[in-house]
């Protein structure tokens, strides 16, 4: 399978737990971006990378998030230090740079806190 | 008002009918148009994209613009249980996508 993949796909954890996820782009795609989807939401972007170079981050990444993206491959998300609020689906994306407008999206990871 | 605004549903029609979904949006500066279909727990998928004014048809599916009313449509004909699905319309803001909230969309058999 050559699209983009997302593991967990399921992460139950509990509140203050520091939790990682992990996304795989499409390999030759140089933009990876992550999303947060909650119920009843689209998806909100949170930040992208090109190649390894993290690009922009939003104003919704509080300083408990960080996101990764070593040698420009995979990338990580992690949250530190989790509350409720941060229950959502996280969804990475993958494009060549200048077809921002074509994304391609993993299947997300669930995140429940409890 | 938020950037991107999309009537969340849910839109019930009989197999066969035509579906109009539609969004409004309030920035000019917008210059791609996109529409995915996202199915229950699943991430989204693209299915079209447009650049300008005017219409992009791709098998069932049609996808419309208006920028002087700041208003997209996307058109699918023939509908099938199997479009059941949330459509989000998407356009960009430099180099991010902005999504609409979704409209969920059930085809009765």
């Known amino acids: 399978d050559t699209g983009v993949s997302q593991n967990p796909r399921h992460k139950i954890t509990k509140r203050g737990q520091n939790v990682t996820f992990r996304c795989d782009p499409i390999s030759e795609h140089n933009r990876l971006y992550w999303y947060r989807q909650t119920l009843g939401q689209g998806p909100e972007f949170l930040t992208y990378f090109q190649n390894e170079a993290q690009l922009e981050k939003s104003r919704l990444l509080s300083d408990r998030f960080s996101a990764e993206r070593p040698k420009g491959s995979f990338s990580t998300l992690e949250i530190q230090r989790t509350e409720q609020g941060d229950s959502a689906m996280y969804l990475c994306?993958?494009?060549?740079?200048?077809?921002?407008?074509?994304?391609?999206f993993g299947p997300g990871t669930r995140l429940t806190v409890l | 008002q938020k950037e991107v605004e999309q009537d969340p549903g849910p839109l019930s029609v009989p197999e066969g009918a035509i579906v109009s979904l539609n969004c409004t949006y309030s920035n000019s500066a917008f210059q791609y148009f996109m529409w995915y279909r996202q199915y229950s727990r699943k991430g989204p998928e693209l299915l079209m994209y447009t650049y300008s004014s005017g219409n992009k048809e791709d098998g069932r599916f049609t996808a419309q613009v208006d920028k002087s009313s700041k208003y997209i449509s996307l058109f699918i004909r023939d509908s099938q249980p199997s479009d059941s699905a949330t459509y989000l319309c998407a356009m960009n803001r430099d180099d991010k996508i902005i999504f609409g909230k979704g409209t969920r969309l059930h085809i009765l058999p």
């Open positions: 994306a993958s494009s060549l740079a200048g077809t921002y407008n074509e994304q391609f």
